[in-house]
């Protein structure tokens, strides 16, 4: 029987071991999960012993990790996001970080988080930005859609366990999927890697994320160019949207909902300064085609 501590020193030498930059990080939570207890209990109890069957969970999740460099959000089930724990399925990406900037975002060009806003999340995924954003907005009320029906069980699931169910709908479908607005607030973090650059991306991502959720295309804008329109035919007149791109894409997403009829208020930095989401509004005493886009 070994104990939590040298758990932790073998499962960190074969991730290091296997190229992998967190290994220490991961190799606490691993044997975390794997024995029940927090990441804390285990760097403060490093003599605790660690029972066979925890052993042995524990050696099948550090295989995965180095072997098939599957992210440890996957392995334990669960991501935190926004301070909040959303469960993971095969069929929904696994929420960044650097996807906070959207939740951060909406709420900063939100002057009364009491007002009874309408929501909406196109391809909702495990509901981290919809969720997060009525976690903040007591009053709100939100729809989302996916494509893919796991992702709109994940989705419904975290709603209960967060105990938001009774303001959240969700549906399977592209788009709007027949909800009809109009809404005060719309959300989007779609596929926006081209099509050829999926192979380079590191495997925890390339093997382990849904592709639907990670092609955008040849150049990574298919999904911008469809929903915009739609977009703007749903927003409120007093409404605001907010989409993630990818890294070099801040012109184009701006031009492509510019002419889309919405006028871009601001592009906003990730983590690491890189700019990553667009705010949007519909343009004043301007009417278009956008009026009659409808997905």
Not at 113 to 132: N, P, Q
Request: aromatic share 4%; proline share 6%.
């Amino acid at each position: 029987m070994i104990s939590a501590g040298q758990a932790v020193r073998e499962a960190e030498r074969q991730f290091a071991a296997a190229g992998i930059g967190t290994a220490r990080l991961d190799a606490v939570l691993l044997v975390a999960h794997a024995a029940g207890l927090s990441a804390d209990a285990v760097r403060a109890n490093p003599a605790k012993p660690l029972m066979p069957d925890a052993e042995g969970r524990l050696i099948a999740s550090m295989r995965k990790r180095a072997e098939q460099r599957m992210p440890v959000s996957r392995l334990v089930g669960r991501r935190e996001f926004w301070g909040l724990s959303f469960a993971l399925s095969a069929a929904t990406l696994d929420p960044r970080p650097d996807s906070e900037t959207l939740v951060e975002a909406v709420l900063r060009h939100t002057e009364d988080r009491a007002a009874a806003l309408a929501l909406f999340d196109i391809g909702v995924g495990t509901g981290c930005l919809l969720l997060s954003l009525l976690s903040e907005l007591p009053n709100a009320a939100g729809s989302g859609s996916d494509i893919c029906a796991g992702a709109v069980e994940t989705a419904r699931a975290n709603a209960r366990s967060l105990g938001l169910a009774e303001r959240a709908r969700f549906a399977e479908g592209d788009g709007f999927a027949g909800f009809g607005g109009p809404f005060d607030r719309i959300v989007c973090n779609p596929p926006y890697i081209p099509t050829a650059d999926i192979a380079g991306l590191e495997p925890e991502v390339r093997d382990h994320d849904p592709r639907v959720a990670l092609d955008g295309g040849p150049d990574g804008l298919d999904a911008f160019r469809r929903l915009a329109p739609a977009i703007a035919a749903r927003l409120a007149p007093e409404g605001m949207a907010a989409v993630e791109f990818g890294q070099g894409q801040a012109a184009a997403v701006r031009e492509i909902f510019s002419a889309a009829g919405l006028d871009c208020l601001e592009t906003v930095p990730d983590l690491a300064g890189r700019p990553r989401v667009l705010v949007a509004q519909p343009r004043r005493n301007s009417v278009g085609a956008a009026e009659t886009a409808l997905l």
